[in-house]
């Protein structure tokens, strides 16, 4: 009785509720803003360019006024992978999520750092689930995963909501502690 009234319940909610819903609450939920990797380096002594000022903007979470002063400048090629992260990360925040996967994959082709490489695909993972693109996201925490990335824990959490999110039985099961 409690099994099937669960079932049915599962059954109305879920599909009440849109795949690309359960994906944007995933991304939202760990899609937390990345530090400043790139003014805050003790080499950088700017204050007045038009970087510094994209990125005071952005640390303040004003992202579509930052995605405007990014755009601005062109980085040097030293600095092209932080930009593409950070304007990446903006395009997610302000909804422009097919702009945003462009320079998160840009940002991890070309960064040199193991960690800053696993950051970008974290942040490309965010938008995919962000998109409704499931099958990319699961693909891109999976490599996260198998590459041990420090962002590995959080990986394997997603990727088991989004298996019990497509399986009752295991929501019946997590439910009842099985």
Excluded at 100 to 110: G, K, P, V, Y
Excluded at 111 to 127: C, E, G, H, V
Aim: aromatic share 12%; charged share 20%; proline share 3%.
């Amino acid at each position: 009785m409690v099994i099937t009234s669960f079932l049915g319940s599962w059954i109305i909610t879920e599909s009440v509720k849109s795949p690309e819903d359960e994906m944007i609450e995933l991304c939202n939920a760990h899609a937390k803003p990345c530090m400043d990797y790139w003014t805050t380096d003790t080499a950088f002594k700017d204050t007045i360019s038009l970087e510094a000022q994209a990125m005071q903007l952005f640390n303040k979470g004003d992202y579509n006024l930052a995605i405007e002063a990014f755009q601005h400048f062109e980085p040097q090629e030293k600095d092209e992978a932080m930009y593409n992260l950070y304007l990446g990360y903006s395009y997610l925040k302000t909804g422009f999520t097919n702009l945003a996967i462009l320079h998160f994959e840009e940002s991890a082709n070309t960064f040199k750092k193991f960690d800053l490489i696993q950051l970008s695909r974290w942040y490309l993972a965010m938008a995919y689930l962000n998109k409704g693109d499931k099958e990319n996201a699961v693909q891109t925490l999976k490599g996260i995963i198998e590459i041990n990335a420090p962002q590995r824990y959080a990986a394997i959490d997603i990727l088991k909501q989004i298996d019990v999110s497509n399986n009752p039985i295991k929501s019946l099961q997590l439910l009842l502690g099985l």
